[in-house]
């Protein structure tokens, strides 16, 4: 999972199969941003008097998902006006690879074996990635 800072914090940075770790985080931060649920209605959900909110709440929310997200899936965005849509187009692409993923290296990490030519670090090191994979701590 790869950090990046961004103004004396340490987000997220989404990278294709890590969306619980990214949408914590994204979720976090736009809580602390007091925008998280203006930003998870469409514009014509809110009422006239709360437009302007919306219209900043869905702006900023917009711009700490695309600065979250890794550049090789910024493109995937590219184009959408709202956050809602943004967010639920990578959530429906991405939940499901995710938990792939995580059952593959569970999966890899129940039949791991150490190999004669593997020494002790690198066997530790095989063990390390599927164990962080499925989101165990070592």
Same mark, same amino acid.
């Given at each position: 999972?790869?950090?990046?800072?961004?103004?004396?914090?340490?987000?997220?940075?989404?990278?294709?199969?890590?969306?619980?770790?990214?949408?914590?985080?994204?979720?976090?931060?736009?809580?602390?941003?007091?925008?998280?649920?203006?930003?998870l209605k469409?514009?014509?959900?809110?009422?006239?008097?709360? $437009?302007?909110?919306?219209?900043? $709440?869905?702006?900023?929310?917009l711009g700490?998902?695309?600065?979250?997200?890794?550049?090789?899936?910024?493109?995937?965005?590219?184009?959408?006006?709202?956050?809602?849509? $943004?967010?639920?187009?990578?959530?429906?692409?991405?939940?499901?690879?995710?938990?792939?993923?995580?059952?593959?290296?569970?999966?890899?990490?129940?039949?791991?074996?150490?190999?004669?030519?593997?020494?002790?670090?690198?066997?530790?090191?095989?063990?390390?990635?599927?164990?962080?994979?499925?989101?165990?701590?070592?």
């Amino acid at each position: 999972m790869r950090l990046t800072s961004n103004k004396n914090t340490n987000t997220v940075e989404f990278d294709g199969y890590n969306w619980s770790a990214f949408s914590d985080d994204v979720i976090g931060q736009l809580q602390a941003k007091t925008c998280y649920s203006m930003a998870l209605k469409l514009k014509t959900e809110v009422a006239a008097g709360e $437009a302007a909110a919306w219209e900043l $709440a869905n702006e900023k929310a917009l711009g700490i998902l695309r600065r979250c997200l890794g550049s090789d899936y910024r493109g995937e965005i590219k184009g959408m006006n709202t956050f809602k849509e $943004a967010w639920e187009k990578l959530e429906a692409e991405y939940v499901d690879k995710e938990k792939f993923s995580k059952l593959s290296a569970h999966c890899d990490l129940m039949s791991l074996e150490k190999e004669e030519s593997d020494d002790l670090l690198t066997f530790r090191r095989k063990y390390e990635r599927f164990a962080t994979a499925i989101g165990r701590s070592v």
